[in-house]
């Protein structure tokens, strides 16, 4: 499924709650009714929204391919909190119009599954937002996020109770609710088929000060070099949430393999994983690989362990003898946060068209490039800006500057290719 395969979802859900809402409204709006009709339509976008985050978030492959896994997650984090802004200003409609015309609210069991469910999406949100502010652990949130799936049954027992028996809008509920259930018998089947093929780790070494690969073996998959995938380690009978890691092996290696950095709560622990270990995989995800394009000429752009979609890239691009001119720019605070250096060494005798360019932020006594990539470094290193693609990935901050500086040299925004990943 291409990359219209979303907008196209995505508008015909909002196409049909809108005429679901015509079809109910009655065009009379004396008295106060139009608070009720108000309320009625924000109520029917806001559960296409919220029905849509569990769509964008559930990594459904025929969606993501040709879209990425990136921007999903983006667009799930902006669904989300735009229906729960239309449920909230729905129900302050909805108390308005009770208010303004019967002099009174009620309040019954049904009523009730539908603060509740307001109320857990206002907290699962909240901690969203600020979990990495609060210094709440990932796991600890990932579960209570987890909560959505509970809530977003109440929500639609207290849609289906108001909901008038044989019109569209019963219907269209009836829809999203089985849109929903699709999506949770998806993942589960998926997460049932992971499980069922483990695989071992087989290596754990050392990369730099920070930095340790892990090597799985385990049933083959295909997958381009450049993409990601999830990861469940299962060490001393404990298994961990999943997190998203670059593949930093070449499709053409035995061994698969993913080279984390010491940024978080769990990759402080990768250093304690042992061969024998088992990992689930769920792979393979995203769009960031050359190979999706037909291009003479690259440039890469690194940050810190942004290197590992790159390395890769550039494995495969060894192992088959392309004959690619390729400009690796990378960016690091120091020589001590370099890892591949003795194999990015050896890419650079055998492989003429390959350039690399270490560039340090903080040491000031590095004999190479100083600073941050910015528009200068790129012009200075480039012969020329044309017919290359440029694929950039770091921290996002960096990777957002990068790509700022090269909008700024004219570079055309779809030869510009990033992964901002950012859970």
Known sequence: MKTKALPIITGALFLAATISWLLRVEFAFFSNFYLLYSGLL???????????????????????QGFGLDRMFRWHRIFGRAGLIMIF???????????????????????????????????????????????????????IHLANYVLFPLVMIHAFYHAIPGSLVYYYLYLLSLLFLSVVVYRLVRIFTIRRSPYEI??????ADDIWSLFFKGPRFDYKP????????LRDE?????????????????????????????????????????????????????????????????????ITPFMSMLRYIY???????????????????LCFQKELQTMQKEMSGLKVI??????????GQKGHIKAQVLTNYLESLDNKEYFVCGPPAMSRAVINELKQLNVPTLKIHSELFEL
């Open 42 to 64: 924000l109520a029917m976008l806001g559960l296409t929204f919220i029905l849509l985050q569990f769509v964008l978030a559930s990594r459904i492959k025929i969606l993501e």
């Open 89 to 143: 200003f729905h129900a302050v409609l909805i108390v308005a119009f009770r208010l303004s015309y019967f002099g009174q609210t009620f309040f019954n069991l049904f009523i009730l599954f539908g603060v509740l469910a307001l109320l857990g999406f206002m907290v699962t949100a909240g901690l969203a937002s600020t979990y990495k502010k609060i210094g709440l652990p990932y796991e600890t949130w990932r579960n």
């Open 202 to 207: 087989v290596e754990v070494r050392q990369e």
């Open 226 to 233: 450049g993409q990601f995938m999830f990861i469940q380690l």
């Open 238 to 306: 404990k298994l961990s949430s999943p997190h998203p890691f670059t593949i930093s092996s070449s499709p053409t290696a035995e061994n698969l393999s993913i080279t984390p950095k010491k940024l978080g709560d769990f990759t402080m622990t990768i250093k304690d994983t042992k061969p024998g270990d088992r990992a689930y995989i769920d792979a393979p995800y995203g769009v960031f690989s050359f190979l999706n394009f037909a291009p003479s000429e690259l440039v890469f752009i690194a940050g810190g362990i942004g």
């Open 319 to 337: 192992d088959h003898k392309l004959d690619l001119k390729v400009t690796l720019f990378w960016a690091n605070r120091s020589e001590k946060n």
């Open 358 to 367: 270490p560039v340090m932020s903080d040491q000031p006594d590095w004999a």
